[in-house]
T-cell receptor, first 115, second 109 residues
Framework: GAVVSQHPSWVICKSGTSVKIECRSL??????MFWYRQFPKQSLMLMAT?????????EQGVEKDKFLINHASLTLSTLTVTSAHPEDSSFYIC???????????FGPGTRLTVL | SQQGEEDPQALSIQEGENATMNCSYK?????LQWYRQNSGRGLVHLIL?????REKHSGRLRVTLDTSKKSSSLLITASRAADTASYFC?????????FGAGTTVTVRA
């Protein structure tokens, strides 16, 4: 149980285009999902907290207009990287909290490469 | 957000040996969690220890928590080649996680 999927697993795009990444909780409902970014050989940095039915809460330094988050249902959150640039190339990982405070379940990640 | 520090940054051991890694954090927590990440993959939740617990076991994993020292350790006993991965501690004060820098463990066959 508690499986989280992400789609796509990897994506290559041209600079200036927008990319949408989906995060789904497959066998549980997640009121809250989280989006992280991880650069090579570094730790995960929380970008934003996605709440179903309300606006996402962004961490300091994360541009909300660039990283659009939509939590459309209790099983789906999307992250759209708008006008992507090479410095946005990273590993994006989502997680879902099945039971508040009891641990998060992570998706397999999406590797974004912006040319 | 707080971010833990992990020690060592990298660890190389022989198969069958034990691996120990430590995590220190800065502020009060509700719980501390350990995750494993294989190269280029997502995170796998290993174990959660609450702030009122001192030790927890799960299979070959043993986690300790010392809230007075704001530190935790993860011990992997009888390591296997499949244990090769990066290990991260993450602290939770509210419902958000703050990750440490990670320890890269290499288990040599």
């Amino acid at each position: 149980g508690a499986v989280v999927s992400q789609h796509p697993s990897w994506v290559i795009c041209k600079s200036g285009t927008s990319v949408k990444i989906e995060c789904r909780s497959l066998d549980f409902q997640a009121t809250t999902m989280f989006w992280y970014r991880q650069f090579p050989k570094q730790s995960l940095m929380l970008m934003a907290t996605s709440n179903e039915g309300s606006k996402a809460t962004y961490e300091q330094g994360v541009e909300k207009d660039k990283f659009l988050i939509n939590h459309a249902s209790l099983t789906l959150s999307t992250l759209t990287v708008t006008s992507a640039h090479p410095e946005d190339s990273s590993f994006y990982i989502c997680s879902a909290d099945a039971d508040m405070g009891a641990g998060q379940y992570f998706g397999p990640g999406t590797r974004l490469t912006v040319l | 957000s707080q971010q833990g520090e992990e020690d060592p940054q990298a660890l190389s051991i022989q198969e069958g040996e034990n691996a120990t890694m430590n995590c220190s954090y800065k502020t009060s927590i509700n719980n501390l969690q350990w995750y494993r990440q294989n190269s280029g993959r997502g995170l796998v939740h290993l174990i959660l220890i609450r702030s009122n617990e001192r030790e927890k076991h799960s299979g070959r994993l043993r986690v300790t928590l010392d809230t007075s020292k704001k530190s935790s350790s993860l011990l992997i006993t009888a390591s296997r080649a499949a244990d090769t991965a990066s290990y991260f501690c993450a602290t939770s004060n509210d419902y958000k996680l703050s990750f440490g820098a990670g320890t890269t463990v290499t288990v040599r066959a």
